[in-house]
């Protein structure tokens, strides 16, 4: 292999990340859903010829830990693909995450050989289902959450292929963003075909390929020698989702050397409800468990998580199999599989772990059809207390990486109007380092509609750690044009009438140290 040095490795692992980086501007400028132009619900990373990952954009943790299964299941379905191909992938149970995520991979030639692959994925606001938004709170099954994709080709070197990009817009209450939204990501995939083949044409594409593989041998140092700090042990910990009595995820975190193995025997056997959260899913939180608490700033790659073994029983809410529903395991399991990860390496590294954060995506789905739209926004929230600094308030926290929707946003795409936008006072917890505090977000509906709410916390508050008291739970209340209101459950699909409202106040960060300590 062609040897580099310690300077070529920092220009090549840089102009990688650009590569990824440029993609995701590139989608977010052409995409036509304000759920992708304004709130960035999309990610974008590279690939080699083998498929490993080389090279990500900080986009959104839940979508980047998994990109690499669909890309796997894609090359396990097509085979190697010729430059100029593009698939298309949502299905959960072949390296997707829930079906609103649209994964699409193109490879990537130089000459006449194969340089590696680009993909992306974005959150499309519709692809069917029994409810506006593909997130119905009524699926027993992933047939009602709406159109499931295998790796099918959807474009090649002469272009789209206009009957799949028709089936697919066909799928939804929404076809011509639809449509929008997937030529966007072409020309995401375009554009870091386009940088890819620049950087083999100024540097080698010999030199390409070995920057690829040492790049990913350099995360995988810096992450063992980050691991080799924390004791040895076996640390466990357990938290629930709110479902019914409570639906238990249990982990335990084996330290050993240089490796990190997560055991997550014991969890719920998967459930008649769209929490189930595939392995792909699972993976993706233990892998951003696992860079938040060793080195964050070693490159983001497939070197990061050599060192990690990850275990699920088939059949579990965290390891489901067909055809469990799984469209909020990917938001709100996710989420909680991170609070139990960081609740079991608290036992093992107390100082260096913050407190839980918000805990939930606080998903939020408002279509209709008359006319026709649908809305999709996840809300920020507090942000746990950390052992540096108070948690930050009204942020994307956990496997979230999203932005704002500007209330001018929502009011120009939608028949809604933003009545309250503000952060929600005294909601995180006090501590050495107080929780931030989670939001308040009201939209009034304009035409009759549809709701649907997927969202946690609302009865288990985020726990404060080290002394730390918890964030506030959140509250879901549904205000109809009467006056009249209700305080609604952590999940469900309700009809709205014209002139009613809904307010989602978000949860606060849990707080870290005893609040009697003071700050130093």
Known sequence: MTELSAVELEVFRHALAGVADEMGVALRRAAYSPNIKERADCSAA?????????????????????MPASVRAVLDTCGRLEPGAQVCVNDPYLGGTHLPDLTIVAAVGYGDRLLGYVANRAHHADVGGAAPGSMPASATEIAVEGVRIPPVRIADAAGEREDVVRLIAANSRT?????????????????????MRELAHRMGSARLRAAMSAVCDYSDRRVRAAIREIPDGCYRCEDVLEIGDGVPIRAAVTVNGDEVSIDFSGSAQQIPVNCNAVFAVTLSASMFVLRMLTDPGAPPNAGCYRALHVTAPEGTVVNPTFPAPTAAGNVETSQRIVDVLLGAFARAIPDRVPAASQGTMNNLLIGGSDPAFSYYETLG????????????????????????????????????????????PSSGGAGRHPGGEGLVRELEALADCTLTIQSERRANAPWGARGGHPGEVGRNVLIRADGTDEQLPAKGTWPLRRGDRIRIETPGGGGWGSPEQGVP
Do not use: K
């Open 46 to 66: 590279v690939f080699d010829a083998d498929g490993e990952m080389v090279a990500q954009a900080e986009h959104i943790p839940v979508h980047l830990g998994a």
């Open 175 to 195: 076809p011509g963003e639809r449509r929008g939204d997937l030529r966007a990501q072409f020309a995401a995939n375009h554009v870091g075909a386009v940088r």
């Open 381 to 424: 929230g507090g942000e746990g207390g950390t052992p540096d600094r108070p948690g930050m308030s009204g942020v994307h926290t956990g496997m979230t990486n999203t932005q704002n929707t500007p209330a001018e946003a929502v009011e120009l795409g939608y028949p809604l109007r933003v009545w309250r936008y503000e952060l929600r």
